[in-house]
């Protein structure tokens, strides 16, 4: 089946402890994007990458990293510096913006709850 | 920044009736806009899109409306089952063309 996975579903961590996020797909998009969804509101953008070793900062970037070595994946790494970890994370992809296909293809879901 | 809002953030529908859910975006240049359902728990699922050039598009039992002069969007979906019932998000391409930008969600409850 093609699509996007991530992982795990759920994840706990301590304060002070850095996380990281795993997002694949293998619908060969050429750009992909990582969401912050909180009780009752929006996906707000964190990073997104338009073609592999790039990717710019979206809305929210501060206390995250990302990187973008395969086209495949895009990892998000929640650290210490983030205030406020605990929250629904999205991963997204979409074709190459160059040719118009701009729907986004959204993953399950990583749960993350820091304590 | 962009600011995409909902006119309604809940709606309840009587299983079989229509519904619509409204959808206000602030960017006039944005020409790019989807409806997405979101169940609990899981990621946003796609719905359908409409481009600034079309006034409506249709697709299976969902229509999406697009008023360009008040910067109104909408979705219909006809005939409402309960599986129907989830979080729908519009979403904007703003000024970039490049990010979306998506509203806080109407929480669409179908009554059997």
């Known amino acids: 089946d093609g699509g996007i996975t991530q992982s795990p579903k759920y994840l706990f961590r301590k304060e002070g402890q850095n996380v990281t996020l795993s997002c694949e797909q293998n619908l060969n998009h050429d750009a992909m994007y990582w969401y912050r969804q909180d009780p009752g509101q929006g996906l707000r953008l964190i990073y997104y990458?338009?073609?592999?070793?790039?990717?710019q900062k979206g809305d929210i970037a501060e206390g995250y990293s990302v990187s973008r070595e395969k086209k495949e994946s895009f990892p998000l790494t929640v650290t210490s510096a983030q205030k406020n970890p605990t929250a629904f994370y999205l991963c997204a992809s979409s074709g190459a913006w160059t040719v118009g296909s701009y729907e986004q293809y959204f993953g399950p879901g990583t749960r993350l709850t820091v304590t | 920044g962009e600011s995409v809002g909902l006119h309604l953030p809940t709606l309840s529908v009587q299983e079989g009736d229509n519904s619509i859910i409204n959808c206000a975006y602030s960017?006039?240049?944005?020409?790019?806009f989807i409806w997405y359902k979101q169940e609990s728990g899981k990621g946003p699922q796609f719905i359908i899109d409409i481009r600034s050039n079309m006034d409506k598009r249709q697709g299976q039992r969902v229509t999406v409306l697009l008023n360009k002069t008040v910067k109104h969007l909408s979705l219909q979906i006809a005939a409402t089952q309960p599986g129907d019932s989830a979080v729908y998000f519009c979403a904007e391409n703003g000024v970039t063309g490049n990010q979306f930008y998506f509203g806080t969600g109407t929480s669409l409850t179908v009554i059997p």
């Open positions: 960017n006039s240049a944005s020409d790019y």
């Open positions: 990458s338009q073609i592999v070793n790039d990717f």
